[in-house]
């Protein structure tokens, strides 16, 4: 696509961000419906963020998304934010605000349709299931209220700073009393073993910390085999590499691990719709996912 005057600009604030694969999957997409976008990676040093969204709206950028680790600070630098974004206390998407008396962006979650659809597409449902959510960062928050939101039977918050989970559990649960559901519970990462009781407890475990990312991918959250015995299903947001500790924990005790290429796409699709109001066809989807394990050596996995 040629670059010019009526180019619109869009990407992803973030620190890190030069691994991002976002780039390859927008730029797919709009190769395929024929856009006239480009997508950049924004390097955002901390403290900068404030800085860096106003000078992003002033520059004319249509749209951004959001990765670590600045998920949750960015929510009081937007004009607006989308109630499950504001209930999960997370953004991941920005759209430029239309309104003539706002100046800024409205914040999203994509994140957490992302898990959805990947999740559905596998062919797991989260209704009346216990899930175990592994961190409560700005992807842990959203997971579990995504688990929540979904009809699960019980949904466990398992963070290193256990003050951060009450609080994340807390707002989740004040969202669902008025349906008469309160199932977020808070723990310390490191009283995972009060899980472990029962042959017939197996749960759905989603790994939404950094450890296990590469370089360093012989670290997982929990490194006790025990825990693993409880688990049949186990999701790691992380797809690089491939197979993390976590998964091949998992797989080692007889449960079935995935990674998160398909969250990664999904909520990317998300985010594409939204900016430019084009629907991402199944063909395409596919084409893009294809192309994301190429890039990643792993055809055909």
Not at 61 to 84: H, Q
Not at 159 to 179: E, F, G, H, M, P
Not at 245 to 271: C, D, P, R, S
């Amino acid at each position: 696509m040629e670059i010019n005057g009526k180019t619109k600009i869009y990407g992803i604030i973030g620190n890190p961000v030069e691994h991002t694969m976002s780039p390859l999957i927008h730029g797919a997409l709009a190769d395929a419906l024929g856009i006239n976008m480009v997508y950049v990676p924004f390097q955002v040093a901390e403290g900068q963020l404030e800085t860096a969204i106003k000078g992003a709206y002033g520059l004319n950028i249509c749209g951004m998304n959001i990765t670590v680790p600045y998920k949750n600070t960015v929510i009081p630098f937007l004009t607006e934010v989308d109630m499950r974004a504001k209930v999960a206390g997370s953004v991941n998407t920005l759209v430029r605000d239309s309104r003539e008396d706002r100046v800024g962006f409205i914040g999203y979650n994509t994140d957490m349709n992302g898990l959805w659809h990947a999740m559905k597409e596998d062919g797991i449902s989260l209704k009346d299931e216990q899930i175990i959510v592994l961190g409560a960062g700005g992807v842990g928050r959203a997971v579990a209220f995504m688990c929540a939101n979904s009809g699960a039977q019980k949904v466990y918050l398992l963070n290193r700073n256990t003050a951060k989970a009450d609080d994340v559990a807390a707002k989740i649960n004040d969202s669902l009393r008025r349906y008469g559901r309160d199932c977020v519970t808070a723990m310390a990462l490191t009283d995972y073993k009060k899980l472990l009781t029962g042959t017939e407890n197996r749960y759905i475990v989603i790994q939404c910390t950094s450890v296990g990312l590469a370089p360093n991918a012989d670290n997982a959250v929990i490194e006790d085999g025990d825990f693993y015995h409880y688990v049949k299903f186990g999701y790691d947001l992380i797809y690089t590499p491939w197979e993390t500790k976590f998964m091949q924990l998992v797989t080692a005790n007889g449960g079935v691990a995935y990674n998160g290429l398909k969250m990664l796409l999904h909520q990317g699709i998300e985010a594409f719709e939204m900016w430019t109001g084009c629907k991402v066809t199944r063909e395409n989807t596919d084409r893009v996912y294809q192309m994301l394990q190429n890039k990643l050596g792993v055809v055909g996995k």
